[in-house]
């Protein structure tokens, strides 16, 4: 924990006196009524409760106990809960091991990051001076703007034959992801078959991340572009292109284009690490991150909860 201080204090991130001191940390163990995990003492008497720290973390005293004590109640006796967001999905810490995990709905949903990556994670971007050029994934972006009617119509036509090719399988599809070919350079149109998702969520344990997987779905259909987009090869470019590609989904929405597929039907666009989706702002998309932060602030496009959602509909 020291180097973590010595680091925030180098960036002028660090206050003076938030740590909680040998007698409070006793007391706190005594409220608690069960002890807390070396780790997160660690962290108290660095830090202690305070906000604007590490967001994640529990910045009331009062909070940590009482949510400590729902999941001492609810049987999760190898967690301590360390934060939520806006007091919903429980942010979980195994006592032996460090992991993460988000508690939504008495399903507990790995986070695959441990506490103390966590606290690395957060001083990094504390410490991230560095210029991230959305400059110019914008200008590129501006740049192609005159070929957004042809891919507004390159979409329709292969999104047709991928419904085509559900309906002679008497199926629908519960989902569509645009995302780069590895093997060509263009895109591929991907969908989960309604059949299969049926069929897979009778399955236990469930895979929430296959029934997401576009190199998993059953309806793939390429989709090749105009010959000039060919030519899209650096990230900056990529990237440009994906937001060129969530403009059109997003038209093509609002124009009830999607109307006609069944409740739950959701669209994105695979952009490396991380999901676009048409409910999304330009902004919002372009600054995205594959974060901690992301994954429990958005936790909603979560494969678990997209399909939450989808078996609701059922």
């Known amino acids: 924990m020291k180097n973590r201080v010595d680091q925030l204090k180098a960036q002028g991130n660090y206050e003076e006196g938030l740590g909680l001191h040998a007698d409070e940390i006793a007391t706190l163990?005594?409220?608690?009524?069960?002890?807390?995990?070396?780790?997160?003492?660690?962290?108290?008497?660095?830090?202690?409760?305070?906000?604007?720290?590490?967001?994640?973390?529990?910045n009331e005293e009062d909070d940590f106990i009482e949510q400590n004590e729902m999941i001492?109640?609810?049987?999760?006796?190898?967690?301590?809960?360390?934060?939520?967001?806006?007091?919903?999905n429980l942010l979980l810490a195994n006592v032996e091991n460090q992991q993460l995990f988000l508690l939504e709905d008495d399903h507990l949903i790995d986070l695959q990051v441990t506490f103390a990556e966590m606290l690395d994670q957060a001083v990094e971007e504390r410490g991230n001076h560095a210029e991230v050029n959305f400059q110019q994934i914008t200008a590129v972006y501006s740049n192609l703007q005159g070929y957004k009617p042809g891919l507004v119509d390159?979409?329709?036509?292969?999104?047709?034959?991928?419904?085509?090719?559900?309906?002679?399988?008497?199926?629908?599809?519960?989902?569509?992801?645009l995302v780069k070919d590895p093997k060509n350079n263009g895109?591929?149109?991907?969908?989960?078959?309604?059949?299969?998702?049926?069929?897979?969520?009778e399955q236990q344990p469930l895979d929430f991340d296959k029934l997401w997987n576009p190199e998993q779905?059953?309806?793939?259909?390429?989709?090749?572009?105009?010959?000039?987009?060919?030519?899209?090869?650096?990230?900056?470019?990529?990237?440009?292109?994906?937001?060129?590609?969530?403009?059109?989904?997003?038209?093509?929405?609002?124009?009830g284009y999607f109307e006609a597929q069944p409740e739950g039907f959701s669209l994105s666009i695979q952009s490396g690490e991380v999901n676009f989706f048409p409910e999304d702002s330009y902004d919002e998309s372009l600054m995205k991150e594959n974060g901690l932060e992301s994954k429990i602030k958005r936790f909603w496009e979560s494969p678990y909860d997209r399909t939450r959602v989808l078996i609701e509909t059922l």
């Open 154 to 177: 390159t979409v329709k036509t292969f999104f047709n034959q991928l419904i085509a090719e559900a309906q002679e399988q008497k199926d629908d599809v519960y989902g569509l992801i």
């Open 72 to 88: 001492q109640e609810l049987g999760y006796a190898n967690f301590l809960a360390i934060g939520d967001e806006y007091n919903e």
């Open 29 to 58: 163990k005594n409220r608690l009524a069960h002890d807390i995990p070396p780790f997160f003492i660690a962290y108290l008497e660095a830090f202690g409760f305070n906000p604007n720290v590490f967001w994640a973390v529990f």
């Open 187 to 201: 895109y591929k149109i991907a969908a989960g078959s309604f059949n299969d998702f049926k069929s897979e969520i």
């Open 217 to 255: 779905m059953k309806y793939q259909v390429y989709m090749p572009i105009a010959e000039t987009l060919l030519e899209v090869k650096t990230e900056v470019e990529r990237k440009a292109m994906d937001l060129l590609l969530l403009d059109v989904l997003r038209e093509l929405k609002s124009e």
